[in-house]
């Protein structure tokens, strides 16, 4: 290399620093642009919840002080007075039984649905998953009253059974959904390997292609069982007392001569924290199982 071509290589090597120096700035800014929005987004949403966990901490002086008080003394009576009227205690169990048993009986309908849509071609395939996926776009208020009256005919009202068939109806097209892509991103060579070593169908489906789409599967269970714990309508609707669930039971604590802030935002609280827990404890789990089968 002579000491002309060397030259020339250090001057256009000068002439791109300048825009690449831009170009980082840009990007800069606008990584810090993203970067508000998302802490503007995460405020927007996780106020109203700091807010009512504060609440319920308050006395009902300090609840209805004004201007709102920041600094206060934390008390522990609404949680207290919950606890001992033994209403609230009942209603999240039956949250946790109806949660339960919706979100078992969903992956064990869903997740053999999901399989033989994504290996299997048979007649009304199509259909079958579009009317899986149709289920996904009913608004629950138009069907709140025919679940009632069948409801009603069948003996069903305020058991725990009914509100379990009920979810149903939008848990299991959730994990079929959710599934079938996992079921598709698994290569068939395997399982055809599988075959060849004599297994059939359904020992291959249980011992190759659940354990390899189990990540996909606990994402649809942890979903199932949040879309459950907080459904308010049907329960609303099908419930009087004895199947009474937690979201349901906050709400009687507003009542024709006003609202209980306190017993109900302590209650909202009990409702609220075991999902923020749940959710932030396999965050992981949940980025992982969502983003499976997305590549090709």
Excluded at 18 to 24: D, G, V
Excluded at 179 to 207: K, S
Excluded at 221 to 236: D, G, H, K, P
Excluded at 257 to 274: E, H, K, S, Y
Aim: proline residues 5%; aromatic residues 10%; contains cysteine.
């Amino acid at each position: 290399m002579t000491l002309a071509d060397a030259a020339q290589r250090v001057t256009r090597a000068e002439r791109r620093t300048p825009a690449r120096s831009a170009r980082r700035r840009r990007l800069s800014g606008g990584a810090l642009l993203e970067l508000v929005a998302l802490l503007a987004v995460a405020v927007a949403l996780l106020a109203p919840v700091v807010w009512m966990v504060i609440t319920s901490f308050k006395t009902t002086n300090d609840t209805f002080a004004v201007p709102p008080k920041v600094f206060f003394t934390p008390t522990l009576e609404h949680y207290q007075a919950i606890i001992r009227d033994g209403t609230v205690p009942r209603a999240l169990l039956n949250s946790v039984i109806v949660a339960v048993a919706s979100t078992l009986l969903a992956i064990g309908l869903g997740v053999p649905a999901a399989y033989a849509l994504a290996r299997f071609d048979f007649r009304g395939k199509r259909d079958l998953w579009f009317w899986f996926i149709s289920n996904r776009f009913l608004l629950p208020i138009a069907v709140a009253l025919p679940f009632y009256l069948l409801g009603r005919n069948l003996g069903m009202l305020d058991t725990h059974l009914a509100l379990v068939l009920v979810y149903l109806t939008f848990n299991v097209p959730l994990v079929v959904w959710l599934c079938v892509d996992q079921f598709r991103g698994i290569t068939r060579d395997i399982e055809e390997a599988a075959y060849v070593d004599g297994l059939g169908v359904y020992a291959a489906f249980r011992r190759i292609a659940l354990p390899l789409a189990a990540p996909g599967i606990v994402v649809a269970a942890i979903l199932c069982f949040i879309f459950s714990w907080n459904e308010f309508l049907f329960a609303l609707v099908l419930t009087r007392d004895s199947a009474k669930t937690a979201p349901v039971e906050a709400a009687n604590f507003m009542t024709g001569f006003g609202v209980r802030w306190g017993p109900m935002m302590a209650t909202g609280t009990l409702i609220v924290l075991p999902i923020i827990i749940f959710a932030g404890v396999l965050s992981k789990r949940l980025v992982k199982g969502l983003t499976m089968g997305a590549g090709k």
